[in-house]
């Protein structure tokens, strides 16, 4: 299986994604944990990625779009993965896209979780005290959202047209969301 996980910040998507990764038996790949993770590394991809994401913008598309062409080429995303946090832009649909046909395949699914907006911003506030991530801040979370709605929430409905969409009430407690999702993907968990 091939999947996406969508929805705004702090929906949910790396929390689900980690239970359904492992229910399903396919890779995660978030693409915001790979940025975090370079980051805290100060690679040359982290040096370029930490401006944007510190300022709650998105990551240039060629920079996002490489990163993910190589991780998608290692082998245990054979048996299929679950992209959290990509595509998010139209680009990068279009990119994905022509991967999966490069290795003659295609997506299978894609969730959205919905989420009202306060409910995320409590999420992320929560966590900020917590966790402190450093784009937790209360004007960067502000970003976060305004870019999400403006780039990423319309790709939707371009996957809605190829039939692939399925949107899930992400609210409410953690084990409640992922057996809707799996009831969702029909999987028997
Ligand atoms: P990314 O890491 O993807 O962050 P995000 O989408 O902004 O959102 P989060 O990861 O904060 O939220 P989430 O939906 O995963 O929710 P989570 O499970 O963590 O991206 C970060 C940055 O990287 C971007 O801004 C951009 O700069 C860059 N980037 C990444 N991908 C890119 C791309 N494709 N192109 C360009 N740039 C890119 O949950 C959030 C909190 O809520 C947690 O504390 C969790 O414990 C809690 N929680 C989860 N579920 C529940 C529940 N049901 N009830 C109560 N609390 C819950
Ligand atoms: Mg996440």
């Avoid at 975090?36 to 991809?45: E, F, G, I």
């Avoid at 370029?48 to 994401?53: P, R, S």
């Avoid at 990068?92 to 999966?100: A, H, I, P, T």
């Amino acid at each position: 299986m091939r999947l996406i996980i969508m929805g705004p910040p702090g929906a949910g998507k790396g929390t689900q994604a980690a239970v359904l990764a492992g229910a399903i038996g396919v890779t995660h790949i978030s693409t915001g944990d790979i940025f975090r993770l370079n980051v805290s590394n100060a690679t040359p991809l982290g040096v370029q990625a930490k401006a944007f994401m510190d300022a709650g913008e998105y990551v240039p598309d060629d920079l996002t779009n490489s990163m993910v062409r190589d991780r998608l080429s290692k082998s245990d995303c054979g048996a299929g993965f679950l992209l959290d946090g990509y595509p998010r832009t139209l680009e990068q649909v279009g990119e994905l896209d022509s991967m999966l046909e490069g290795a003659g395949g295609c997506v299978d699914k894609v969730v959205e979780l919905i989420v009202d907006v306060d409910e995320v911003v409590n999420r992320l506030v929560k966590r900020s005290a917590d966790q402190g991530r450093s784009d937790d801040g209360e004007g960067v979370i502000r970003r976060r959202l305004e870019v999400y709605f403006e780039a990423t929430a319309p790709l939707t409905e371009l996957y809605e047209k190829r039939g692939l969409l399925v949107r899930v009430s992400g609210m409410g407690a953690v084990e409640d969301v992922s057996g809707r999702v799996l009831e969702a993907l029909g999987v028997n968990a």
